[in-house]
Structure formats: C-alpha cells, structure tokens
C-alpha cells in the first residue's frame, strides 16, 4: 500500500466532480502528493539527525528538537492530505450506495420497474447535499491545518539557529536546524497551493448553490406561469412540475408536451 | 511499503459481501490505519532506538534501557493490530470464495461466517483498544530513567520525537475508536436485518446477497 493505491481510490472521483472539482483534484495530485513524495519528504528526512547542538550533554538534542519541532511538517502534511481527500471517497460510496439499491430494486421488481435514479451519479438530492458538505469540509480540513501550522511554526518559517535552555541542556545552547531555507521554500510553497485549494473548493460551493438557486427560481416561475394559463383545467390534470421545485442540478422546464416518466422519478431519494 | 498492497487488496474483496457500515469500516481501516502506518508512521519510529541517548558512557546501557522502555515498539504493536484485525476478513473471503465454488449449498453458510467474522473483528478491536491503553498509557514520555545493570546508577534516557509519536498514538487510538463503533454498528445491522428476515419468512432460505 503507497500513494499510488491511495492515487487509485481516488482516480474515480473524476467522474462525479464538477470542473472546478477536476482542477481542485488536479492541483491537490500534482502540487501537492506529487511534490510531497518526490521532493518534501527527502527534504525532511534528516531533520532528527542533522539538528545539532552546540553542547556534547546527551539528551539535550533530543529535548530541543521535540520541543522546536512537535509534530514535524512532512507528518502534519501526510495527514492533512489524508484527511482533505477523505471527503471525495464519501461522494463515491454515495453513489455505489445508490447504485446498489437501483440494482437491488431491479432485481427484485424486474427490468420494467419504476427506476428510482435516472442517473445515480447526478447531483440530486442526497448526493447534492453530500457534495456540498464535502467541499465544505475540505475547506474546513485545509484551514484547520493551516492555523495548526501557524501556531507552532511562526509565520510558517524556520530560523536558521534556535536557542534552546531546558533540562538536561548545562545552559543556553545554540541548536542549528539542517536546511531551513530550502524547508522554508516548501513550506510556502505548500502553504499557497492550500490557500488555491480552499479558494477552489469555495468558489465550487458558491457555483453549486448559485445553480441551484437559479433553477429553483426558474421552475418556480414557469410553475406560476403554467398555473395561470392551466387555472381553467380540470382538477385532475396536474401541472407538469407536479408541485415539485426542489429539482435536480441539470432539470430544465419542460416547454412542449408531457414527458413520459413523472418528476417522481427525477427526483433521487437520498 | 508495497508489503501493504497484499493486505489492501485482500480487504478490497470483502467489501462485495459487506453492508455500507461495513464498507465505511473497510474505508477507514484502509485510509486511516494502513496508510496512516505506512507512510506516518514508518517515518516517525524509524529512528526510535538510534536516537533513543541515555547520559551515560558505559557500554551496553543504551541498548538494555531501550528494551525496558520499549519491550514492544508502538509500530510493532500497531502492525499487529493491523494484522489481527484484518484475519477475519481474510478467513471469511477464503471461505467465501470456497463455498462458492461449490453450487446448491446455499447462502446461510455464508452469510454466518460474515457475521462470525465480523463478532471477532469487534473483539479484536476492543481488546487491541484496552491492550494499547494498558501498555503504553496515552503518552510518550520524553524523559526515562533506567536502573538495569550494567547501568553504573540511575540514568536518565531521552527518547526521541516524544510529541510526535504521543499524536500519533493518540490519533491511532482514535481511529481505533472510530473503527470499533463501526464495527459494533455492523454487528447490530446484520442481526437485526436476520432477525427481520426470519420474522417475515420464517421458512424460506437467506437471500445471499448481505448488502444493504
């Protein structure tokens, strides 16, 4: 198990993503896991090692660095790219859920039902939502990880000489970190590609909402529209909508006749 | 870490007989523990003894106070964990795939070999979670000192990166947390799902099919 499975997972990610979310999961294998495999983690690999002390007290240079380094940049790194495409796999589990009960229902009902989802992979509905909470949740993970950043690494850089006093040091001692300028190149390298992230992950959420706003507005106009012009028929003949204005991400009213399935079936139950 | 890829796959089989609780139980086993362990971890209890520094000269101190301080390496233990709590799984695919190659035995078998399996993964995670917490607290001290011969007298031992690894092993013990519900969550799923089914037909053979 390497990154390549993990690259695997979420290759079909793809699929049900908007733009936005193909550029986000581009940047994020690109800019991120590739050069944090290829290039950050040789960076970070001596840091233990090469942090030196300018005493000869044993113990010293292992308290110093624990102290100057909590929880090192590649392990904050490793996690926080675990945890920001965590959101993407639930999106994929939802639609396989839903997948797996079109094709339950099929089987038990035969070839000829009443399909529950047109297209399990659409955005509608349940999916919607879990998208949603996915983008806002990366964006989250992003920010979460950038102020624990800030918080043990002012100002995200590394000096190039610490000082360091506690037990068992004799006195005041000089510890040198090993490559700083180079950690600092990829730190805010790694810092500006989570920022574009979280950018792209809200602007995505925005674009979504917005689309589903103005479809809401839409149907609900042509639902006024079709009401007046139908006031006069008959009780039984319902309007095309059906009542229903909470429609899916790509529903466009209908203008000619009737279609043939019901806006029940468009609708994805979660 | 490609020894990990056996282990991925082999779980990969056995979420076309799991339920959605038991896929969301796969998902994190596979992101959360083995990654985690493979790529984290490996890095962070590399170095554990080279730069585990007692403050003293006398050869052959170093190395008798690590092995009091660490009988067991956290990455061993962890491994284990990894290891024991995915044999069921394994077992029950070996099964799976045998009872399938045998036509008219029907699903019972099958089906309560899953939940066999699924009693000892929630059996293995409570006891792991327990054991962890027995043997090695919920931090890593930075400081140990060390009485055993041939230490002249009491020294005092630094381990190395004990922040680190104190996450670590807590976020470990979080996933494991996470885990164990899953699992118990499953568990309450499947008996109940069995026991609907033989209130409805009490007669009539399991469907074969455990998804959801």
Redesign the interface.
């Known amino acids: 198990m390497n990154w390549g499975v993990f690259e695997g997972l979420l290759s079909g990610v793809n699929k049900y993503s908007t733009a936005f979310g193909r550029i986000w999961l581009s940047l994020v294998f690109i800019f991120r896991l590739l050069v944090y495999v290829v290039a950050a983690e040789r960076v970070w690999s001596d840091d233990h090692k090469d942090f030196d002390c300018n005493t000869r007290q044993p113990g010293c240079r292992n308290v110093c660095f624990d102290h100057f380094f909590p929880v090192s940049h590649i392990r904050l790194w490793a996690l926080q790219l675990i945890l920001v495409t965590c959101p993407s796999l639930l999106v994929i589990m939802h639609v396989a859920y839903r997948e797996a009960k079109a094709q339950r229902r099929r089987a038990v009902e035969g070839d000829n039902c009443r399909r529950v989802y047109l297209d399990p992979g659409k955005k509608r509905g349940g999916l919607w939502w879990t998208y949603l909470l996915s983008l806002v949740f990366k964006a989250a993970v992003d920010v979460i990880f950038l102020y624990i950043f800030y918080r043990f690494y002012r100002n995200y850089t590394l000096p190039h000489v610490v000082k360091c006093e506690l037990m068992p040091c004799p006195n005041i001692v000089d510890c040198f970190i090993s490559r700083p300028t180079e950690k600092n190149i990829f730190t805010l390298f790694m810092v500006v590609t989570a920022c574009i992230c979280i950018m792209l992950s809200l602007i995505e959420a925005t674009y979504l909402i917005g689309k589903r706003c103005r479809e809401c507005l839409g149907a609900q106009r042509e639902q006024s529209r079709e009401h007046r012009r139908d006031c006069a028929l008959s009780p039984a003949e319902s309007p095309e909508t059906g009542g229903q204005v909470f429609q899916g991400v790509d529903y466009k009213p209908p203008t000619a006749s009737i279609p043939a399935s019901t806006p029940q079936d468009e609708e994805a139950l979660p | ?2 020894e ?2 056996f ?2 796959s082999l779980l990969d089989a056995v979420q076309e007989h799991s339920p ?1 609780v038991g ?2 139980w796969l ?1 994190v086993m ?3 523990r ?3 362990l ?3 971890g490996s ?2 209890f590399e ?1 554990e003894q080279e ?1 585990f ?4 000269q006398q050869p052959g101190c170093k190395p008798v106070c690590y092995d009091a301080a660490f009988p067991i390496s956290h990455y061993r233990f962890l491994v284990f964990h990894v290891v024991v709590l995915s044999a069921p799984a394994a077992l029950f695919v070996i099964y799976a795939v045998h009872q399938a190659a045998k036509p008219g035995r029907g699903a019972r078998p099958v089906q309560a070999c899953y939940v066999g399996s699924v009693v000892a993964r929630v059996a293995a995670e409570l006891a792991f979670l327990a054991g962890q917490g027995l043997l090695y607290g919920f931090r890593v001290q ?2 140990f000192v060390c009485r055993r011969r041939p230490c002249p007298h009491r020294v ?9 690894k104190t ?2 092993i807590l ?1 470990y013990f979080a996933v494991g947390l996470v885990s164990a519900l899953l699992s118990l969550a499953e568990l309450a799923h499947l008996l109940r799902k069995g026991r609907r089914r033989e209130a409805e037909e009490p007669g009539a053979p399991p469907r074969a ?1 455990l ?2």
């Open positions: 870490m490609g990990w890829g282990l991925s959605m896929r969301f998902v596979l992101l959360f083995i990654l985690v493979a790529t984290v890095d962070v170095d730069e520094v007692c403050n003293t930075p400081l005092d031992c630094f381990v190395s990166r004990p922040t680190e996450v670590f976020f099919n998804t959801v």
